[in-house]
Structure formats: C-alpha cells, structure tokens
C-alpha cells in the first residue's frame, strides 16, 4: 500500500535515516524493529509530513504523493512516540475531541466511539479521566482515538513501549482485529519476541535497513542454525571453554540451565561443547537481530 | 467552525479540570501586587509643564522665563496652533498626561506687585505619579522662592497656591498599582497560551492536531479565545483587588479600561503562542514568557523609567511594547478617569500590535506545522 | 552449609495503601545462588514487594528475612547484605560516570582503599571514554552497566534489580544478561524484575504476581510442562486468566 523509495534524513553530522527502501503491504501487519535511536520515529515522521525527508520518494497506492501529505493524513491513524491524550480530559471528552478535529460526523462517531469502547474493553472507564488509567489502557484510549476516523492505514510508533506484559499482549490482539478487516498496520518496537507477530519485519540499526522479510523467509535465508544445549558440568565452567574458543566465542550465550549456540557452516558446536543434552531450535528475531547487527 | 468550538471546548476543561493552575493564575498577580505595590520606589528628572499666562506682564514674563530656564521643566505655553494656552485648554493637557504641571499666573499679578501686595500663583500639579508631582512641587517653590529674592530681597511677594489633581493624597500605590496590573495582565496572559501549546508539546498531542485538517488559524484561534475569557476575569479580578485593598478609586468606566484590556490581552496571547513555537516544554516556556514580558514591560514601557529618559533606541524599542500603550491607558482610566476618546492612538496602537502578533504566532505554527510544505 | 537460610524468605508479606491492597500475602524464598525472575503487569506489586524487602517501604503485616535476619528488627545489618537497583535509579545526568562513581562510593561508607579497587574494576568493564562522558550521553546500555555497577560497589551478597532492562536495546539486554551470569558465578543471589516475558527463560526460577498475589512459581522450563504451554508468554495469560481479572 505505501512504499518509501530511498529516503534519507540527515540531523547535523547524524545520519538518522539513510537510503531507506521499503514496502509496507497492504492489509498486513508491517514491524519496523530496532534499538532506540535506529531512525524508526523519523521514517515515520516523513511519512506523515511532520520532519522534511531530505530526498527519496514516498508512494502511496501506487502513486508519488509529490509532497501531497494530505493524501497520507487523510487515509492514516498516527500514534505518536510515547504519546499520551490529554490526562485532564476524560476518556469519551478525549475521543470525542480527536473525531471533531478529524470531522467525523456526529452520529458516525458516536457509533464508533461505543464500538470502540466496548471492543478495547473500555466501556466501564468512560468517564474516567485519562491521566488515571494505567499504561495498557492509555494506550488502548490512544488507539481508539486514531481509529475514529476510519484510517485505512494505522501508523504506530512504538505503541508497547514501557507497556506491561498482559496489556502488550491485549494490545496485539487489536492489532490482530485490524488487519482482520483489512487495514494496513505498520508500527515500530523495541521488542523482538513481539515484532515476530508481524507479517513482514524489517530491521533497523543505525537508519538503515538491515533485512527486511516475513518471519518465515528470515528464517530460509538465516545463514546459521541454532542449537539449545544442556552443559555436561557446571555451565560457568562450560562457558570459560567456550568465551576461550576462537570458533565459539561470540556466537554462544547462557541461558538458564542451558547454552545457545550458532553455528555456521556445517556440523555441530556439541562436537566442541561437553553435553548431555542438544537440540536444535529456530532461531528467534532476536538471535537473527544480534547476529545481522554484529556482522554489519 | 465545529473544529474550532471542539477546540475551545477542550481549553476549557483544560481550565476547569486544573483549579490549581486556575488558582495560581488569580493567586500570582495578588502576591506581586502585594509585595511590589509596597515596596518599588523611584526618581525621575524631567516634567512637562503647561503655563497659562493671565496677566502678560513684564513681571509674569519673567517669571514665565524663569520657569523655563529651569531643566528641570519643559515649560511650554502655546498650544499646537500658536495661540496662547487658555485654562481650559491647559487642564485638558493634564488630563491626557500631556503635561505633569500647569502653572497659572493670575492675570492681577502686576496690579498686585506694585501695590506691594502679595500674589498667588497657581499651580496644578498631576499627582497621579507621585515621585513626579513632589518634584515639580519642589522645583516650582524652589524657583518662585529665588525670584522673591531677586525681587524684593527675601520677602514673600509670590506664594504658591498648589492644588494637586487625581490622587491629592499624593500615594505611590495609586500609581504603581495601575502599572501593575498592566504588567501583570501581559505575562499571565501570554503565559496562558505559552504553557497550554507547550503541554501539547510535552505529550506528544501537538502531532495529531499537526495532522489534522484543521487550519493552522483555526488552532490558535480556538486556543486564544478561552483565555480571553480567563485573562479579562483576571484582570478584573486584579483591579477589584487593588480598589478594595489599596483603595485605589476606578475614576474612569471599568467597561471602557476592560476593552482596552481586551485588546492588551490578545497581543499578551498571540506573544505567549510565538513564545511556545520555540520552548519545547512547560519550563521553557514559562521562564521565557516571563523573561520576555516582564523584563520589557517593567523597564521599557514607562512604568519604571519614564520614556523620556531612555535612549533613542530603547525609546524606540518602547513603541512595539504593548504594556506602553497600555500603561498609560489603565493610569489615565483609573487615575484621572480619563475616556475612550482620549485613547484612541493608544487603542489603535494595541491594536495594530495585537493583530500583528496574532499573524506573526500563525506563521511561525503554520510553519513549525508544515515541515514540508 | 554454613547459612541454612534462604538468601531471601517472604511469609504472607502484605501491603496496603488505604484501602487498596497493593500486596495480598505473597510467600516465597529465593535460594542463595539463585537467579529469580519476578514478572508481572503494572500494578501487580512488583516494586512494591521488592521495596519491603529493602525495608524503603514499611510492611503492613507479615515477614521479610534476608539471610535469616529479620528486615523489621535487624534492617541495619539486612541493609549491608542488599544491594537494590530501582526502576527509576538514575545517575546523575549531568556528572560524568566517573564523578557518579565517585560520589556514590564516598557516601557508601567504602574505605578509600576499597573505592580505589572499584575504580579500577569499572575500568576495565567500561572504555575509559565512557567514563569520562556525562551520563546523559552515554547510551542506554552501557549507561545500565555503570548503573549496576554503581549498586554493587558495596559488594552486597543479594541483589535485587527492578525493570533493570527497561528501554535497553536487544544487544545491550544479552550483554546484561551476561553480566548477571557474571554476578552469579560469585556467588550472588539476583531477584529481577522484568517486563520483557522472553528473559523468563533466564532465570532459574520465575515468580508471575498479579493483583498482589503470586500466581505462578516455579523453573521456567517445569512450568512450561505442567501447564502444557509451548511459550512463556502463553502461561502469563494462562496463570493470570485462571486468577481472575479485577
């Protein structure tokens, strides 16, 4: 549905974003993953026409907006980083502001607006006002605030950060709805055990895209393989062998009871690791993340 | 029209849902009237005064010349097309600041002092400004007491008849206070926008009405128009303050000074908006506001040091200083019960000032908002 | 065995904020050695646990024993065995690490000899560039590293970190990791508090705590095969769903 054709941002000395290519496709679920400062706030600040792209094109449906912002704005939900509604104004005054300046029609917006409420589980807090509800929900008010202009395409920049577990999961789970009906959702996560929910993720480090893929073909195209393996003896023992081995350093770490390790190439590491135990396991986001970034 | 009342709506439960921050903006202006209206004092060194000659003798002559060698006053006795100052016309000086002092030489001076007699001169003094109206009083007793001695050698041929206009209490408060409340009225007011766009900032809200279809106007607009209403209950509160506690007397119509206030107050809001543009959080924001309101308006408008004895630059930087016009508008509606008509370059000038600002603040956010564009 | 008792024993720990009961009688032991991972939702009284057993927040009733003492009547001497890293510990932005360093070993009561050898320690951990940075601008990871640091300067023998990889990136998190494996290995007891469900699999055991009671305590692994869950954070939602959402 959008696509950004070699964009670039420049901040001083700091590249922030630097010859961005990617697709955000339609009807899918889009995760831009990486460490704070990776560029993912800028990109989507471009996109949205709140920071001046220094070159590159964006295309949405086909066609180069040519500056046009408005034809994003106009089919799209923004949630800004670390975005809080107003915490004086109650949750329905704050809904009820965010449809008047989008210019949702009154009797559409108050459908919406109890659909939304009873959808994100809501409804009881009403009243409440935003500053007294707890992470999760301010989040779920700020998700139900963009939606209320019916946006195609739903941007979110870093929507679960700081956000607990429980919440994070019940978050996602509106997410999942969306794409259900069909709209494009693209967002940016610190969090690589969630960003593996999304159907096409991209990594970011340092403004650059460093791979870009479903789960599935990051996983095809991961040059190592995994292995989950129960130390013979005392694992900290184990482990100074291991930090000791030129082949192995760098590429195992404990966790738990247990070392993971990669291995590129053929064979095994158990040939190098006393054992009792070793299984082979698909690699996580995050194994795949550490790996790229210390390649590059 | 519907985005700009959704946007004035929610200003308002801004205001209500916050009675501290409510409370502070009534509560500040008491504390500083409280603590400045005891405690500021000043010196001035110059007096325009008027001289209305009634006896065009060789004796009023001299004592005319003699005022006017003084530098301490800038005697003028003519009005603006040439003709001699008639009473009426003196006193309608005094009344709009034009002159501090009149001096009025009764017109039997000179039958007086050749019979030997001792004459009264008149001497009107504009006591709406203390420091001022003690000085020109001294000065002028100071120059009469000389001329007696060269005249007859020490007797008291000339006596002063003063009679001091608009505040014949002579108390300082009553010209501090109006000075204050002008002051006061451009920095919470300009605070009032400055804080309620940086909040936006702060939270990250200002992205979504960025985005939005609303009109960069439309935005300031609905973010001005509830603290209009805010700021003219402030200022009302101010002055009902400084009537019941300084007993300081509203001489001129308090719906005539709440318009100029009016006007005072958009420039104060529009000035908080161009402020917020560049203060990325609360803090900043307030610091600069009061930076940039206070320090000028005290200094630079008059209420501190008179506008004559400033330089030519900063005299000049004292004309795009709304709390000028203001100044002297408040001090002559309250003090001398001065009328709109008296006014009118001072209205016109806040609100050239105003409107001025009010698009400056909308280009600078449309500009801010349209990082692109 | 020399020290019978736990590193850490909580009985029936309660704690409640006017009416509302922010811990409702949570009891477990952390074993000397052990690495504990205490996950929950906001609100469910992590911080608010981990505070009474510093003894920074008083108990409403039952008992904290760190290493056998009591924390109610013995908190001077249960004070010197905890070293306690806060959700919100910050170092000083706008001191260099060093100068942080500094300052934080002078009012730990180190002798100048000891703070010497700490000194020296953290310059091997960390570049000397880094040191000599604001904290402001050191990033995040590293920034947590001199953080951690800076709490174990008085060489406690139980450590309890609060949300200590919050907001860290992917990397740095492995590295911290490592660096408790480190702390470990020395023999030290860790409590850690976590938002990020994959460090589960970190620790030796896991507690899941919500609405201020304890819903599930185990090995991570065990848990996993008890419940017939194929994923962490499938049991979070299992352990909480089967308390009851309020």
């Known amino acids: 549905m959008v696509r950004l054709e070699h964009i670039s941002k420049q901040f001083g000395a700091i590249r922030a974003v630097d010859d961005v290519t990617l697709d955000i496709p339609g009807g899918a679920i889009t995760i831009l993953a990486g460490a704070d400062g990776a560029g993912k706030s800028t990109l989507f600040k471009m996109l949205v026409g709140l920071a001046k792209k220094d070159a590159g094109a964006i295309l949405l449906d086909g066609t180069d907006i040519n500056g046009d912002y408005s034809r994003v704005t106009a089919v799209c939900g923004y949630m800004p980083e670390r975005f809080s509604l107003y915490s004086d104004l109650s949750v329905e005054e704050n809904m009820d502001f965010f449809a008047a300046v989008q210019q949702v029609p009154a009797p559409r917006r108050r459908e919406l607006k109890e659909r939304l409420l009873q959808r994100t589980g809501m409804a009881p807090f009403r009243r409440r006002r935003a500053g007294a509800l707890s992470g999760g929900m301010k989040q779920k008010l700020a998700l139900s605030s963009i939606l209320l202009s019916s946006p195609r395409l739903i941007i979110l920049d870093e929507p679960t950060t700081g956000v607990d577990p429980l919440s994070r999961i019940e978050f996602f789970a509106i997410i999942e709805d969306l794409k259900k009906e069909g709209r494009t959702i693209v967002m940016s996560t610190p969090y690589l055990d969630e960003a593996e929910k999304g159907d096409h993720i991209v990594f970011i480090r340092n403004g650059r895209v460093m791979r870009q893929d479903s789960l599935a073909g990051l996983r095809a195209s991961f040059p190592a393989r995994l292995f989950r393996i129960l130390p013979a003896g005392n694992i900290f023992e184990v482990m100074r062998q291991v930090a000791a081995d030129p082949d192995l350093a760098g590429r195992a770490h404990p966790r738990g009871r247990y070392i993971r390790c990669l291995q590129t190439g053929a064979g095994d590491p158990g040939e190098r690791i006393p054992h009792l135990e070793m299984v082979e396991e698909q690699p996580t986001l995050e194994d795949m993340y550490i790996y790229y970034e210390r390649q590059a | ?373 | ?246």
């Open chain 3, 1 to 246: 065995m020399s020290h019978p008792a736990p590193a850490i024993a909580v009985r029936d720990l309660r704690k409640d904020f006017g009416v509302f009961q922010a811990v409702r009688g949570v009891s477990f032991d952390v074993a000397r050695g052990e690495i504990v991972g205490f996950l929950g939702p906001n609100g469910a009284g992590k911080t608010t646990t981990i505070k009474m057993i510093t003894g920074l927040l008083k108990i409403t009733s039952g008992t904290v024993r760190v290493d056998g003492l009591d924390n109610r009547t013995q908190l001077v001497q249960v004070k010197r065995k905890l070293g306690y890293m806060s959700q919100k510990f910050s170092l000083y932005p706008l001191l260099t690490a060093r100068e942080n360093i500094e300052f934080f070993g002078g009012i730990s009561g180190l002798s100048p000899r000891e703070r010497a050898r700490h000194q020296a320690r953290m310059e091997e951990l960390v570049p000397a560039a880094v040191l000599r940075q604001k904290v402001q601008d050191i990033p995040p990871g590293l920034r947590q590293k001199v953080a951690m640091f800076v709490c174990l300067m008085p060489d406690p023998g139980i450590v309890l970190l609060d949300e200590p990889t919050s907001g860290v990136d992917p990397e740095a998190r492995r590295v911290f990791w490592n660096d408790i494996y480190g702390l470990k290995k020395l023999g030290k007891t860790l409590l850690v508090s976590t938002h990020n469900l994959d460090e589960a699999e970190y620790c030796d055991r896991i507690l899941i705590i919500h609405n201020g009671e304890l819903v599930a305590a185990g090995a991570p692994d065990e848990l996993l095969r008890q419940r017939r869950k194929a994923s962490i954070e499938e049991l979070f939602k299992d352990a909480i769903e089967e308390h009851g959402q309020d």
């Open chain 2, 1 to 373: 029209m519907g985005r700009i009342k959704a946007i004035i709506t929610k200003e308002f439960f801004h205001i209500l849902r916050d009675p501290r921050s409510l409370t502070l903006v009534f509560i500040i202006p008491l504390v500083m009237i409280f603590i400045l209206g005891y405690s500021i004092s000043y010196d001035l060194n110059r007096v325009a005064a008027a001289v209305v000659d009634l006896s065009q003798s060789r004796l009023s002559r001299q004592l005319v010349r003699a005022f006017a060698a003084n530098p301490v006053f800038a005697v003028r006795s003519r009005d603006g097309a040439g003709n001699r100052l008639s009473l009426a016309a003196a006193e309608d000086l005094l009344r709009r600041g034009e002159v501090r002092e009149v001096i009025i030489v009764p017109a039997d001076l000179a039958q007086r002092h050749a019979a030997g007699r001792p004459a009264e001169i008149g001497l009107v003094i504009d006591g709406s400004d203390v420091n001022v109206a003690n000085l020109a009083y001294q000065y002028s007793e100071r120059i009469l007491l000389d001329l007696n001695a060269a005249l007859m050698g020490g007797g008291r041929l000339l006596r002063l008849g003063t009679k001091v206009y608009f505040n014949p209490e002579a108390r300082s408060q009553f010209f501090f206070i109006p000075g204050l409340v002008a002051v006061i009225l451009l920095m919470i007011s300009a605070m009032l926008t400055s804080l309620s766009i940086a909040r936006e900032r702060e939270t990250g809200s200002i992205a979504l009405l960025f985005i939005s279809p609303l009109k960069s106007g439309e935005i300031i607009v609905g973010k001005t128009i509830p603290y209009i209403i805010v700021s003219l209950l402030d200022g009302a509160f101010i002055l009902l303050f400084a009537r019941f506690w300084f007993g300081i007397p509203i001489r001129g119509s308090l719906l005539v000074l709440l318009l100029f206030a009016l006007l005072y107050i958009v420039a104060g809001l529009a000035l908080g908006i161009l402020i917020s543009t560049t203060a990325p959080t609360q803090r900043t924001a307030m610091l600069a506001t009061m930076l940039i309101t206070m320090l000028p308006s005290f200094l630079l408008s008059g209420f501190i040091f008179p506008l004559d004895s400033l330089g030519w630059a900063l005299r000049a930087l004292s004309y795009v200083i709304p709390a000028t016009y203001f100044l002297r508008i408040i001090r002559g509606v309250v003090l001398k019960g001065a009328e709109l008509r008296h006014f009118l370059f001072e209205g016109g000038m806040l609100l050239a000032l105003s409107l001025l600002l009010l698009a400056a603040a909308t280009r600078k956010f449309a500009r801010q908002r349209k990082a692109v564009q």
